[in-house]
């Protein structure tokens, strides 16, 4: 997998193999939660996602960016 120099998750230093564990405090088990978690934090000037490597339990917290861009 390559990250995109320009995204989100570049943004927020978050390397390909690593899983969301939450976002701001909600556990995010599965893809359809992570969806649902981030949907609600559309227009949020902060949020605060947990990371791990795949398999692992030492999670890191990141704000990966997502205010409202200016236009």
Same mark, same amino acid.
């Given at each position: 997998?390559?990250? %995109?120099?320009q995204? *989100?998750?570049?943004h927020?230093?978050?390397?390909?193999?690593?899983?969301?564990? #939450?976002?701001?405090g909600?556990?995010?088990?599965?893809?359809?939660?992570?969806?649902l978690? %981030?949907?609600?934090? *559309?227009?949020?000037?902060?949020?605060?996602?947990?990371?791990?490597?795949?398999? #692992?339990?030492?999670?890191?917290?990141?704000?990966?960016?997502?205010?409202?861009?200016?236009?």
């Amino acid at each position: 997998m390559k990250l %995109l120099p320009q995204s *989100i998750a570049a943004h927020a230093e978050i390397s390909p193999g690593m899983e969301l564990k #939450s976002v701001d405090g909600i556990e995010t088990p599965d893809w359809e939660s992570v969806r649902l978690a %981030l949907v609600t934090k *559309i227009g949020d000037t902060q949020t605060e996602v947990e990371i791990a490597p795949f398999g #692992s339990s030492q999670k890191v917290s990141k704000d990966p960016g997502f205010a409202p861009l200016e236009l």
